[in-house]
Structure formats: structure tokens, C-alpha cells
């Protein structure tokens, strides 16, 4: 998975983020772009930021090790049984531990995919056509109270990676833009949709 981490702490500023970036290279590229864009926002909000930034980071290593070096340890501790002490000391430390929001996406995104038996293409496989645009999805969400349509989430109890409520399209077509066959669905929930197709088509049947 493709992450990286900013950690920035200057006079009371502090951001620590993790964050994955999306799989499909468009949406990848797309990610990429928000986040320079986010980069310039902040550092017009903050003008004294990239000075601080460049005086704190002076003769600091970006990251301890090279992206080489860290493929080569992923290569080699891939499928490396671990010792029955090691997987204890995991459990125990996850104990009790309850996961974030964001975790629980990168978790579900980990486990996505074409292991799993009824995967039948991701959510961004498909390239939308041009006329799918901010505004008809947005216009969705408008018509949606803004509320996922699965578990009743509202877009402003929104916390982590995607604060956006997503547009599902019911029969699967990314063609098909008439609004009966879009419908407002948080994140999580949109990722429950990539299985059992049948299923979700017959529960937003009617439903719009
Ligand atoms: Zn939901």
C-alpha cells in the first residue's frame, strides 16, 4: 500500500497524518494532486510554515531508511512465519485496543481484492464518463440529506481520509448517471457494495 506520513511540528502546529492512497493509478494521480494541493492551501494559511519547516528539517534525514531498503525488508519478511511468542506479544498488545475509522478502512481496503472469492472489480476500475461531475454528485448528496443510505452516517460525523460522502451507482453502470440509479453511501458502506452484487442491487431497488 502507498503511504506516506507528514509530520510537522512547529510552534504549536502539529500534523501527524497517515494516509493511504488510493490503489487504481487515475484515482492515485487524482489523490496526489489534492494532497500538493492541500500542501499549497496550508502553506498560504501559514506563511511563516515552509521556513520553520525547512529550519526543523535541516540536517535531518527524511526517513530512516530508503524506499529500497524498505522493499527489500517487505521482500524478505514476506511470508516469514512468526514465532509463537512474537504472535502472542501481537495479540496482547491489541487487546482492548479499539480500531479508528481509519484504520478500519485501510484494513478493509487491505482485505479487498481479487483473494476475495466474490470480488468482481473495484470501485474505480472504471473510468466515469466526462459529464459525471462534482455537481450531479454533489446534487446527490444534497438530495440525500447527506446521509449515507446504508448506515445512516451523516457527512459531517465524517472523520479521517474521506470526508466526503460517496455516490454509489446501483446496477453497477458507470454509464447509467439518471439520479434513480445514484445513491449516497459512505465510504465503508460503498466497500461492502464491490460483493455480492445481486444482493445490493435488490436492497437500493426502490429505494430511490
Ligand atoms: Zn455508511
Known amino acids: 500500500m502507498r503511504a506516506f506520513k507528514i509530520e510537522i511540528d512547529v510552534k504549536g502546529l502539529f500534523f501527524n497524518k497517515i494516509m493511504p492512497g488510493p490503489k487504481d493509478p487515475i484515482e492515485?494521480?487524482?489523490?496526489?494532486?489534492?494532497?500538493s494541493e492541500d500542501a499549497v492551501n496550508r502553506?498560504?494559511?501559514y506563511p511563516n510554515l515552509k521556513k520553520q519547516v525547512s529550519e526543523k528539517m535541516k540536517g535531518?534525514?527524511?526517513?530512516p531508511f530508503s524506499k529500497k531498503h524498505r522493499e527489500n525488508l517487505s521482500e524478505a519478511l514476506k511470508g516469514k512465519p512468526k514465532s509463537k511468542d512474537h504472535k502472542e506479544k501481537i495479540k496482547k498488545a491489541r487487546m482492548g485496543t479499539k480500531l479508528s475509522k481509519i484504520t478500519k478502512v485501510k484494513q478493509s481496503e487491505t482485505h479487498k481484492g481479487?483473494?476475495?472469492p466474490n470480488w468482481q472489480g473495484g470501485i474505480s476500475d472504471?473510468?466515469?464518463?466526462?459529464?459525471?461531475?462534482d455537481i450531479l454528485r454533489e446534487s446527490i448528496r444534497q438530495r440525500d440529506g447527506y446521509i449515507c443510505q446504508m448506515c445512516g452516517i451523516h457527512q459531517d460525523e465524517l472523520n479521517g481520509f474521506y470526508k466526503k460522502i460517496d455516490i454509489h451507482h446501483i446496477d453497477y453502470n458507470k454509464d447509467n448517471l439518471n439520479p434513480k440509479n445514484l445513491i449516497s453511501l459512505c465510504r465503508g458502506c460503498h466497500l461492502k457494495t464491490n460483493y455480492n452484487r445481486e444482493y445490493w442491487i435488490n436492497y437500493f431497488k426502490g429505494r430511490v
Open 60 to 63: 535531518k534525514k527524511r526517513s
Open 28 to 35: 492515485y494521480k487524482k489523490w496526489k494532486k489534492r494532497q
Open 114 to 116: 481479487e483473494k476475495n
Open 126 to 133: 472504471i473510468l466515469y464518463p466526462d459529464d459525471w461531475t
Open 43 to 45: 502553506y498560504i494559511k
